[in-house]
């Protein structure tokens, strides 16, 4: 069974950074894509960022390019989003996903139904 799990949500000052972890088990880690994926109050989860396997490949959605990084350590099995210069339209719950082998990250940006595992989601509060 596929387990993810997200660490280092918080509340934090508009123009703050903070760096989201997901921490990956029951499977070969580098096997797929993994992104992170966001969900305002009142809101559908949209995307936010994706890594391919390898961590050569990323995509940003247009409102975060610039501020956040997203990476990957697959000796750890972990996927990071390293947030910088917070706003406050940032504030959401963030999740962490992985596609399935054989799906690209460029796939999963455009189609999150190809998302096979989801974590839990951890909250980020961005405060004026």
């Known amino acids: 069974q596929v387990q993810l799990v997200e660490s280092g949500g918080g509340l934090v000052q508009a123009g703050g950074s903070l760096r989201l972890s997901c921490a990956g088990s029951?499977?070969?880690?580098?096997?797929?894509?993994m992104g992170w994926f966001r969900q305002a109050p009142g809101k559908e989860r949209v995307f936010v960022a994706t890594?391919?396997?390898?961590?050569?490949?990323?995509y940003y959605a247009d409102s975060v390019k610039g501020r956040f990084t997203i990476a990957r350590d697959n000796t750890k099995n972990t996927v990071y989003l390293q947030m910088n210069s917070l706003k406050p339209e940032d504030t959401a719950v963030y999740y962490c996903?992985?596609?399935?082998?054989?799906?690209?990250?460029?796939?999963?940006?455009?189609?999150?139904?190809?998302?096979?595992?989801w974590g839990q989601g951890t909250q980020v509060t961005v405060s004026s």
């Open positions: 029951g499977r070969t880690f580098g096997a797929g894509p």
């Open positions: 890594v391919s396997p390898s961590g050569g490949n990323t």
């Open positions: 996903g992985a596609g399935l082998g054989g799906f690209t990250a460029l796939q999963i940006m455009r189609d999150m139904k190809l998302v096979a595992y």
